[in-house]
């Protein structure tokens, strides 16, 4: 069934699942003061691990702005399959389109983004690692800090993660490295809670192919090379989100408040503090027809308002690119071209194939009485179908060391163990903004560039804080890129014209059968869009950097008592889905904030 249907459906069933949460206010009159010492922008991913940690010590006061609204009782939010009807187009998403996208045949599509407490980790589709060790390595060569090199990084991971059995209580022996991951962290995490048809022929192809497509036993060590088992921000088959776990933790404490339905529309100056100016006044309000209230923080302001809301906020302060604020009459107070500049992506690129038989998923999802069976079956023992995420094998895969593309354009990956692109395996017809086709059953391959060089930028359409940003990814717009989302879909094709596949894969969907490389690019232009993965629109760089927002301690350039604290800040895409290096990144700030504040 059409994803909007199912989530209509849904509606009416929510509302029973959430403990009520006791300091989360909605109106700005309920607030119990109008100065904090830390003020967060975001009840995000990134910033619900903030407003936890940084109420670990009593003394602390802290205010969290979200925009959005409450996460509670939203089933979709909760059971895993239904992930993706939480977006594009609802109350949970700020309805974000791309400008029209010249590498992609100047089509423009939704570009979804949370708009509720935990942000995007309450509408994401799960997918839980960290990135390779060199993505890290390479932040800390960039920025010359030591303290982002993944041996660092990567001890945060124990504070963060609990590892837990899948729902279907599986023997998960061989399917990951216990050694990598953490059990007494805050945010449950597990392999598969529901096995599919088609995973015994993943596997075998990984045995069929392996110098191609070698099996991986774990991503999320750092080693990100090879095709295995997904793990998945899901305990107990339910969603983990921020909100979930690092909120529900932290909202009993009395120095945590967090209002919602409150969009901040700027940063204000407060003085000057080692002739820099600081912005220590958040100012909000819940739509344009409500005057804002100001806020103050007596240490400081955090953004984790992710990649697209911090760059916008920062412009609308007057911190941003001279030229850009002047055209809108935005008074510029801090000059900085980079803010929102250098936004970069991973590309998704479905590749479909017709499969044989009804062992796949898209039965479940245009029958409502399978999908009543199946909604039942989760009600009562949160198992089965609807307790798993929407894959549960990938793999990351570099481009061959004699790639013809290597001769003219330096190899643009993290290192050599690092990937240029991924494979997704969905045991179903999986395409974003098209509906499944009423007949049929599909296996989606998507290929995902991994190590784009395109880039993009966030700028403002106008000084009204309602309005939209302009969101443009320029996707695939470098000969690299081109290159390798094309390699990625004819690998895609060699994968599952593995024999482990025999009998089973059909023949290409639409236009997957092209062969020559100009019809392969033009299907691309035609079918790619994003993973949802922005980055970069706040890059951290060195302190002596010529470019960049941040320093490597987060603290906004050229800014006093600012930081930003979310994935804005990754110079490039790390080699993962964004939300575990996301988390990481937000373990480390709250370790560099509290040391050097309190
Ligand atoms: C549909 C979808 C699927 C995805 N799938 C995966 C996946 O499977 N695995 C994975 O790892 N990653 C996935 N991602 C990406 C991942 O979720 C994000 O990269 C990550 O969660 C970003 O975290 P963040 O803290 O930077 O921002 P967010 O989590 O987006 O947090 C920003 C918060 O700030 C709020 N905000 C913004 N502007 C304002 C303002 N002006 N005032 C007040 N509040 C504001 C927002 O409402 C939001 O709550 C997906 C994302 C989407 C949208
Ligand atoms: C997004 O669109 C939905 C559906 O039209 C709407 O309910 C919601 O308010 C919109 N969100 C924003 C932030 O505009
Ligand atoms: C924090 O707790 C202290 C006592 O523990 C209390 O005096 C103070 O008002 C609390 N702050 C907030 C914001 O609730
Ligand atoms: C974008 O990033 C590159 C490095 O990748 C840097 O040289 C350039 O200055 C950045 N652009 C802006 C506007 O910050
Ligand atoms: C779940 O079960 C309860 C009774 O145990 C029922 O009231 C509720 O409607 C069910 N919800 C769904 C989504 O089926
Ligand atoms: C790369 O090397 C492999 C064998 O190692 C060969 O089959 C392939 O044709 C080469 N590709 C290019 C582009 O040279």
């Known amino acids: 069934m059409p994803a909007s249907t199912l989530f209509s459906s849904l509606i009416l069933v929510s509302g029973l699942l959430s403990p009520s949460l006791a300091a989360l206010y909605t109106n700005p009159s309920q607030l119990p003061r109008l100065t904090y010492d830390y003020i967060i922008v975001g009840a995000g991913t990134a910033g619900n691990v903030l407003a936890n940690r940084l109420t670990e010590n009593p003394k602390t006061q802290v205010l969290v702005l979200e925009a959005g609204v409450s996460d509670q009782g939203v089933l979709a939010a909760i059971v895993p399959f239904l992930g993706p009807t939480l977006t594009p187009g609802t109350q949970y998403d700020w309805n974000y389109t791309v400008t029209p996208q010249t590498g992609l045949n ?27 060790s060199a993505d890290f390595d390479k932040i800390a060569h960039l920025t010359g800090e030591p303290g982002w090199a993944w041996n660092n990084i990567k001890q945060n991971i124990y504070k963060h993660e609990k590892v837990v059995p899948p729902a279907d209580g599986h023997n998960t022996a061989g399917q990951y490295i216990p050694a990598n991951h953490g059990t007494n962290g805050i945010l449950p995490v597990s392999l598969p809670g529901a096995s599919q048809a088609i995973d015994a022929r993943v596997i075998a192809t990984t045995q069929e192919l392996a110098s191609e497509f070698p099996y991986s036993k774990d991503q999320g060590g750092g ?16 969603r983990s989100s921020s909100s979930s776990t690092y909120l529900a933790d932290a909202i009993k404490r009395p120095n945590l408040s967090v209002l919602i339905n409150a969009q901040v529309t700027k940063l204000a100056k407060t003085g000057t503090v080692d002739g820099k100016p600081s912005f220590r006044a958040v100012h909000f309000s819940c739509d344009q027809n409500t005057n804002p209230t100001v806020v103050h923080a007596k240490k400081e302001t955090i953004l984790a308002a992710g990649a697209f809301g911090t760059p916008q906020i920062l412009q609308l302060s007057g911190i941003g690119d001279k030229a850009d604020l002047t055209a809108l009459n935005i008074k510029t107070i801090v000059n900085n071209p980079s803010v929102g500049k250098n936004l970069s992506d991973h590309v998704l690129m479905p590749n479909i194939f017709n499969v044989a038989g009804t062992a796949s998923l898209d039965g479940l999802m245009r029958d409502t009485t399978l999908f009543s069976v199946a909604l039942n079956l989760w009600n009562t023992t949160k ?4 307790a798993n995420g929407i894959v549960s094998n990938l793999g990351f895969l570099r481009l061959p060391k004699n790639a013809s593309i290597f001769a003219t354009v330096p190899d ?16 179903f017809f999986l395409y974003p903004g098209v509906a499944t086709p009423s007949t049929g059953s599909f296996m989606t391959l998507i290929s995902a560039l991994i190590s784009p060089t395109s880039r993009g930028s966030v700028t403002l359409a106008s000084s009204n804080p309602f309005t939209k940003p302009l969101i443009n990814p320029n996707f695939l717009t470098t000969a690299f890129d081109i290159y390798a989302i094309r390699e990625a879909v004819k690998a895609s094709k060699r994968f599952a014209s593995a024999y482990a596949w025999a009998g089973y ?47 490597p301690d987060l603290r906004v350039k050229g800014v006093e008592g600012v930081r930003v604290v979310d994935a804005s800040v990754f110079p490039f895409v790390p080699n993962a889905h964004t939300q575990g290096p996301t988390y990481l990144l937000a373990e480390k700030a709250a370790e560099l904030i509290i040391s050097s504040c309190q």
């Not at 643009?412 to 045991?427: C, D, F, K, R």
Request: glycine share 14%; with cysteine.
């Open 106 to 132: 100047g089509r423009t599509f939704p570009f979804p983004r949370g708009r509720m407490l935990g942000g995007c980790s309450s509408v994401n589709y799960m997918v839980h690692q960290y990135g390779s």
């Open 223 to 238: 080693d990100v090379l090879g095709i295995g088992w997904v793990q998945s921000s899901i305990g107990g088959g339910k």
């Open 383 to 386: 198992t089965g179908t609807l």
């Open 412 to 427: 643009p990956s993290s290192g050599p163990t690092a990937s240029h692109w991924e494979l997704i395996v969905a045991n």
């Open 505 to 551: 894969v059909l023949s290409p969907y639409g236009g997957l059968s092209a062969t020559s490389d100009a019809d392969i690019d033009a299907f691309v232009r035609e079918t790619a869009s994003t993973m949802f993965h922005p980055v970069g629109t706040a890059s951290m760089t060195a302190k002596d950097a010529k470019w960049g927002v941040v320093d």
